[in-house]
């Protein structure tokens, strides 16, 4: 009859206990280890998402606070015709100048399209590079987009697009109504605007990126997506996102032809 292997631990030859109960028992604290390391990595995981998703509802509010103080001067913001007309709008509060880079810009901000029962649910997306009107003073800039037309709006949509060169873009005017009606103005797919303490104007963004952020898409809707994903689809907005999209539905509620 076969004998279990003993394991001495060093006293007398009666203290000993049996090879397979001491790997066992190394057994159960290596599973005890990694059960409490895959526990602690899930708390950490939970944490970090918590986090992006903080920062990202804070985003969204910003847009809105942006978007409110700029059209509550009538007189030095966006002509409401052209946000009546407009097919989607962006807004990027707090583009930082340098950034990572010296003399990079970038952004992060909201994309947000026009569909029959009104405006969609906002997709995440980075701005990045083009002259954001930093000579006006400070180090922060917001910006604001709309685009005009079905065929920017399209451009918007891919994986990334350079302003000015996959879409014609030109600086918005500023004012209640639009009165120079210049060809930049009317071929232009997209219009944008930059605030800089305080001053608001239309300045162009030729040369800058736009992609789309699925890192912060992911935060928002639970896993990593498109703007076409997102703006096209049915998809319902999130809290953080109700009040820049009443203020478009407040600004803008019917698109005209």
């Not at 015709?81 to 880079?101: I, N, S, T």
């Not at 992609?211 to 319902?236: C, F, H, M, Q």
Request: with cysteine; proline share 4%.
């Amino acid at each position: 009859m076969l004998q279990p292997m003993l394991y001495s631990t060093g006293g007398d030859r009666h203290d000993t206990i049996p090879l397979v109960d001491c790997l066992g028992g190394n057994m159960k604290k290596r599973t005890l280890a990694t059960a409490l390391t895959l526990a602690m990595c899930t708390v950490l995981t939970m944490a970090n998402e918590q986090e992006d998703r903080k920062k990202v509802d804070e985003r969204l509010q910003s847009s809105a606070e942006v978007l409110r103080e700029v059209m509550a001067a009538p007189d030095k913001g966006i002509p409401s015709d052209l946000l009546k007309k407009a097919h989607c709008a962006v807004v990027v509060p707090g583009v930082k100048k340098g950034a990572f880079l010296v003399g990079a810009q970038y952004g992060k901000g909201f994309v947000t399209c026009r569909k029959k029962a009104g405006w969609s649910a906002p997709a995440s997306v980075r701005v990045e590079g083009g002259s954001f009107g930093f000579q006006i003073g400070g180090e922060e800039v917001d910006v604001i987009m709309l685009v005009m037309n079905a065929r920017g709006a399209e451009k918007l949509m891919t994986s990334k697009f350079t302003l000015g060169g996959d879409a014609s873009v030109a600086a918005g005017p500023v004012g209640r109504t639009t009165t120079a009606q210049t060809d930049a103005l009317m071929n232009a797919e997209i219009l944008t605007w930059s605030r800089s303490r305080g001053v608001f104007a239309g300045i162009s963004l030729a040369g800058a990126t736009l992609r789309p952020d699925e890192d912060d898409n992911a935060a928002l809707y639970g896993k990593k997506l498109g703007s076409k994903d997102i703006v096209y689809s049915n998809r319902t907005a999130p809290a953080a996102a109700r009040p820049l999209l009443a203020l478009l539905h407040k600004y803008s509620p019917v698109e005209l032809s």
